[in-house]
């Protein structure tokens, strides 16, 4: 006779959200802030393809940590979104606000009803005309949502980088000041790794991906798209200059 076991809703969420935390954890870091010239989307990434941040549509970007294969579903998904939503209404009523809600659905249905949670947490971004009309959305492996202010750290060290930001961060930031903050925290969260075993320093221009919304983005066949992932050369000049 095969013995039942109970496990009570409470445990099996917790032992879901222990799950998802641990593997979110062993990620490394990625920054979004908000500056006066857009958005900065900083991330520590040595690869030059799997790319963590991304383009969603016009104005909107995403960011995220964790398995790559289930979020770069998800971003996948958000691009469908974007594309049927604005060309069923119109190309303003796409908006970051709209994304999150959708992917915060989808991963609250994954948590509650598989057998294995989402291992990703997630930023949505959209750029405003000026700072306090930029949009920040952190979203989380339960599909809970929050509305950030400033910037959002995710994944790795997150509590050390966020320190880091948090103490640095200013609305008067140009994109240039953002990067090298973002890269700083990132270098720190480093540090701790090494401190834990793994390796730490200084980050390179190959080991960050960059990416802007630019506030000033030229408009381009009726729209405006705002964002563009910078290279290596790009990313090194900005580490370079002087405050």
Known sequence: MTQQFYVSPEQLMKDRADFARKGIARGRSVVVISCQDGIALVAENPSPSLHKIGEIYDKI????????????????????????RGYSYDREDVTARGLASVYAQSLGAVFTAEQKPFEVELAVAEVGPTPEMDHLYRLTFDGSI??????????GQADRVSAVIAEGWRPSLQFAGAVRLATSGLSSGAD????????????????????????????SRGFRRAFRRLNDADITALLAEED
């Open 146 to 155: 929050a509305d950030e202010h400033g910037f959002i750290v995710m994944g």
């Open 61 to 84: 970007a995403f960011a995220a940590v964790g398995k790559y294969n289930e979020f770069e579903s998800l971003r996948q998904a958000g691009v469908r979104y974007a594309d049927v």
């Open 192 to 219: 701790q790794a090494a401190d834990q075993g793994e390796a730490g320093g200084t980050l390179p221009a190959k080991a960050v991906e960059v990416a802007v919304l630019d506030r000033q983005s030229e408009t």
